[in-house]
DNA sequence: CGAGAGGCAATTGCATGCACTTTTTGCCTT
DNA sequence: AAGGCAAAAAGTGCATGCAATTGCCTCTCG
């Protein structure tokens, strides 16, 4: 019986449902108030109702799914208002991990760090979306990483994936490639001279635009949508 | 079967037993690294198996307990530098709330702020520890509340139960009540005069020396029985 | 024709039971 | 006597079943 999922990964079926359920949320395959039901999610995964129910609770106190008592769990919905704050929020992460970046990253990470960014800007030159995007989690994750904190980390990490369903689209936008490149340049100039308060500011402000880029895809009101695709994972 | 948990408050018994067992995992009755074991709480609580485990999921979701597969849960034992990390996150927090407070509060909560500091020395002149203790976190919550910005006061407010079980017994530290009020004075100073940056800063201290004053009490090695405590309380 | 009450279907909430994993204990071997 | 192995005991993981709540539909009365 330990070959029958085999189709997920390891870890408990619950663990494997939190991080079925939270990816289809954060790649957006399920829609902010998109109804999640019990059973549905059950038969979808072949388990039982409980670890989906189990799944349901954590992804719940993550904030990622909302949960009215008796009335079953729905993809969290988040508000304008709320949406903004959480924008607010990760610029401010972001600034204090470059800030720490500038005082603590190692000699390696920082020799990685300009390396990987000058790579990146050769996808620039050549307009590939994809791949930038690749690059670009990449450097956002060693700033994380560099802030040698691992609360911080944590907290970045969780409400960058919060914000996930809400940024997809961004390198979409007319000029927006060449635009990140230019902040993450910034970024990568301030901590490589220690200048902590400047890539501070710069990481903050890359945020700030990001932010007002994905407003435009700001929502509230998606599609019901019965899409709800054939899982397949592995 | 609506008066069987009269006990504890409203909602579904999951809730309930989140808010029961993270309760005492915050104020100490349940200690860093005691086992939690699942019959012995629902026997505790007279409920069954299904909605501990439920709990138990949500507060590892939230990083109050640790669960190991297989092997049962633990009340989250936090590394030295772990505590020191989510200490130094606090004290970031606080002082962007701190700035994002004298950037933003409403006349009345300004003045609400104030009073309540104000009327908070007469406790100190009295040494009233227990009574200090609450104004001491109302203050800090009108900070966070005062930021206006929904996603930072979540971050605050979890990472500020996370580090409950090892701020405790900060105000027996000599002196320290006297300490506190004047570093919680210049931050009111500062977000009445509009300074951002500096009521930042003011923050970013006042916790920086609370993480020193607890760190006395830091451990990372908490003997699994019930010994070790300064931190009484409860 | 509209509004409210009652009942029915669907879905959630919790308890119980069984299977599997880990740990402990006791016996056997060296 | 000490170490290792095996079997049992304890405890976790998940499935299933039943109770209870919700939402909807219908039927009735105004």
């Not at 999922?5 to 870890?11: A, D, M, P, V």
């Not at 401010?92 to 000058?118: K, N, P, V, Y």
């Not at 936008?173 to 970024?187: C, F």
Request: glycine residues 8%; contains cysteine; charged residues 25%.
């Amino acid at each position: 019986m330990s070959a029958k999922r085999g189709l997920i990964r390891s870890g408990t079926t619950v663990d494997q449902m939190v991080r079925a359920i939270g990816d289809r949320i954060v790649t957006g395959v399920l829609r902010p108030g998109e109804k999640l039901d019990e059973v549905s999610l059950a038969a979808r995964f072949e388990v039982s109702r409980t670890p989906v129910r189990e799944a349901l609770g954590q992804l719940s106190a993550m904030g990622l799914v909302e949960r009215r008592p008796n009335r079953g769990a729905i993809v969290a919905v988040v508000t304008q208002e709320h949406l903004t704050s959480m924008f607010e929020s990760m610029a401010e992460l972001e600034g204090i991990c470059a800030r720490l970046c500038a005082e603590r990253m190692t000699g390696s990470e920082r020799r990685a760090l300009e390396t990987e960014h000058q790579a990146s800007a050769r996808l620039v030159r050549l307009g590939a979306e994809e791949d930038y995007e690749y690059f670009n989690t990449e450097f956002h994750s060693r700033l994380y990483r560099g802030a040698h904190s691992t609360h911080i980390q944590e907290l970045t990490a969780t409400t960058r994936s919060r914000l996930a369903p809400f940024r997809r689209a961004q390198f979409r936008l007319a000029g927006r490639l060449a635009k990140s490149w230019q902040e993450h340049d910034a970024i990568v100039t301030a901590i490589l001279r220690g200048d902590g308060a400047a890539a501070g500011k710069a990481a903050r402000d890359h945020v700030s635009i990001v932010s007002e880029a994905s407003a435009v895809f700001a929502v509230g009101d998606q599609p019901k949508a019965a899409t709800m695709t054939p899982v397949t994972s592995g």
